[in-house]
């Protein structure tokens, strides 16, 4: 049943694209850029999401639900918070992969807090411009990289995920504003501070619980099989 409703889904999502109109120019150019459309995404690269997504599938579908209640020709900021080791990166990333094929261009920034000291910004910048256009560049300052975001990206759809992000300075040179991104555009944030989000102006968001009830009894036997498993092996020697 589970792959009947994704079916179901993708087949949906199929019926609402819209095809390529070709109207002027040199038709040469026009296939190159559907040529390269496609190749993107053919050779996207899907994150691991989880070893047990138990509970997975309904909260991407409300996270989504959020994504879809604006027009698609605004930018969406789309903040997801919550307590640590509640699964909320595990979340961004089966986000990423489900939604991925709808933008131009991708781009999941891994560990921001970890990654984000003051030394650190620029080089998320660069990973930022390299992983969305392709632009290897040095930043000699995060000053530098602000422009050059903006002006390579205000008018491409792309996904940016943002996770573990734990300071305002982190957004404001990543994704300082909606006019820095093409229409259509979605940045997701994951973060464990609510007021962070608030302050960034992120009307959207989502709050990461932990599993109850049958979830929390599944995640439960998934565990217990895997330690089986390893005693029956560890047995053997």
Same mark, same amino acid.
């Given at each position: 049943?589970?792959?009947l409703h994704?079916?179901?889904? +993708?087949? #949906?999502?199929?019926?609402?694209?819209?095809?390529? $109109?070709?109207?002027?120019?040199?038709?040469?150019?026009?296939?190159?850029?559907?040529?390269?459309?496609?190749?993107? /995404?053919?050779?996207r690269?899907?994150? $691991?999401?989880?070893?047990?997504?138990?509970?997975?599938?309904?909260?991407?579908?409300?996270?989504?639900?959020?994504? =879809? /209640?604006?027009?698609?020709?605004e930018v969406h900021?789309?903040?997801?918070?919550?307590?640590?080791?509640?699964?909320k990166?595990?979340?961004?990333? +089966?986000?990423?992969?489900?939604?991925?094929?709808?933008?131009?261009?991708?781009?999941?920034i891994h560990?921001?807090?970890?990654?984000?000291?003051? #030394?650190?910004?620029k080089?998320?910048? *660069?990973?930022?411009?390299?992983?969305?256009?392709?632009? =290897?560049i040095?930043?000699? =300052?995060?000053?530098?990289?602000?422009?050059?975001?903006?002006?390579?990206?205000?008018?491409k759809?792309?996904?940016?995920i943002?996770d573990?992000?734990?300071?305002?300075?982190q957004?404001?040179?990543l +994704?300082g504003?909606? =006019?820095w991104?093409?229409?259509?555009?979605?940045?997701?944030?994951?973060?464990?501070?609510?007021?962070?989000?608030?302050?960034?102006?992120? /009307?959207?968001?989502?709050?990461? *619980?932990?599993?109850?009830?049958?979830?929390a009894?599944?995640?439960?036997?998934?565990?217990?099989?895997?330690?089986?498993?390893?005693?029956?092996?560890? /047995?053997?020697?």
């Amino acid at each position: 049943m589970e792959r009947l409703h994704q079916w179901k889904m +993708a087949l #949906n999502q199929a019926a609402n694209l819209s095809g390529y $109109h070709f109207s002027s120019g040199y038709e040469y150019k026009f296939i190159e850029e559907i040529v390269k459309y496609i190749s993107n /995404k053919i050779n996207r690269v899907s994150l $691991h999401v989880a070893d047990y997504p138990v509970g997975l599938h309904s909260r991407v579908q409300q996270v989504k639900s959020l994504l =879809d /209640k604006d027009s698609n020709d605004e930018v969406h900021m789309v903040g997801i918070y919550g307590a640590g080791g509640l699964g909320k990166s595990t979340l961004a990333r +089966a986000i990423y992969n489900f939604v991925g094929d709808q933008f131009e261009d991708i781009c999941f920034i891994h560990n921001v807090r970890e990654n984000s000291t003051q #030394n650190n910004l620029k080089h998320l910048q *660069e990973e930022l411009l390299l992983k969305t256009v392709g632009l =290897d560049i040095k930043l000699g =300052d995060v000053s530098e990289g602000i422009p050059i975001i903006k002006e390579r990206l205000h008018r491409k759809k792309i996904l940016l995920i943002l996770d573990d992000v734990d300071k305002l300075k982190q957004l404001q040179v990543l +994704a300082g504003g909606f =006019d820095w991104f093409g229409a259509g555009s979605t940045v997701i944030i994951t973060t464990r501070d609510k007021h962070l989000l608030n302050s960034h102006e992120i /009307k959207d968001m989502y709050a990461v *619980e932990g599993l109850y009830g049958t979830e929390a009894l599944e995640l439960l036997r998934w565990m217990a099989l895997k330690i089986t498993k390893f005693l029956q092996i560890m /047995k053997q020697f």
